[in-house]
T-cell receptor, first 113, second 109 residues
């Protein structure tokens, strides 16, 4: 199975409320990534896990949290959603790093009201 | 930081015509991947081609590393090729794959 699964497909959240998005893969990949994509913009890397080590981008460091309880699962957590968080959130995995082929999930479309 | 520009932004073809998509990047890249996204679908990796020429099916990618550009050629386009094609690169030592904004391809029957 070479799929990356994301839940839910659509998420509606209120401003100020927390949001938790889930991603899973069964390919035993070392690296899992979270990207944010807004309409007419390129996907933007938010953070990634290499094995158990979390790496967050400098400009999104305080906005997003993540956990990876085991090799297969990775979550993206927003403590207090703002309107600017409305976007598609894409999870991806690769066997090791970005020099390997990336497998993407279908994404979770988050709408913050 | 690395910037990735794709052209054209959109392209409309008749079925059977060839498509040429361009990707230019600002810094030396040690990784370059082409992705495809069908309408409503997920991103699918088409080719990994950091340098030289690679073929898969009707797709040919040519990357000239020192000129910081890559192209994706789609021969004999089909209506099912319609969608968005994204180019992404990573610099040496970087784990961040930087994406372009994509080329929207529409193949008319």
């Amino acid at each position: 199975d070479t799929t990356v699964k994301q839940n839910p497909r659509y998420k509606l959240a209120r401003v100020g409320k927390p949001v938790n998005l889930i991603c899973s893969q069964t390919m035993n990949h070392d690296t899992m990534y979270w990207y944010q994509k807004k309409p007419n913009q390129a996907p933007k890397l938010l953070l990634f896990y290499y094995d158990k080590i979390l790496n967050r981008e400098a400009d999104t460091f305080e906005k997003f949290q993540s956990s990876r309880p085991n090799n297969s699962f990775c979550s993206l957590y927003i403590g207090s959603a703002g309107l600017e968080y409305s976007a598609m959130y894409l999870c991806a995995s690769s066997r090791r790093g970005p020099n390997e082929r990336l497998f993407f999930g279908h994404g979770t479309k988050l709408s913050v009201l | 930081g690395q910037q990735v520009q794709q052209s054209p932004a959109s392209l409309v073809l008749q079925e059977g015509e060839n498509a040429e998509l361009q990707c230019n990047f600002s810094s030396t890249a040690t990784q370059l991947q082409w992705f495809y996204q069908s309408p409503g679908g997920s991103l699918v990796s088409l080719l990994s081609n950091p340098s030289g020429t690679k073929h898969t099916g009707r797709l040919t990618s040519t990357t000239v590393t020192k000129e910081r550009r890559s192209s994706l050629h789609i021969s004999s386009s089909q209506t099912t090729d319609s969608g968005t094609y994204l180019c992404a690169t990573a610099s040496s030592g970087s784990w961040q794959l930087i994406f372009g904004s994509g080329t929207q391809l529409t193949v008319m029957p």
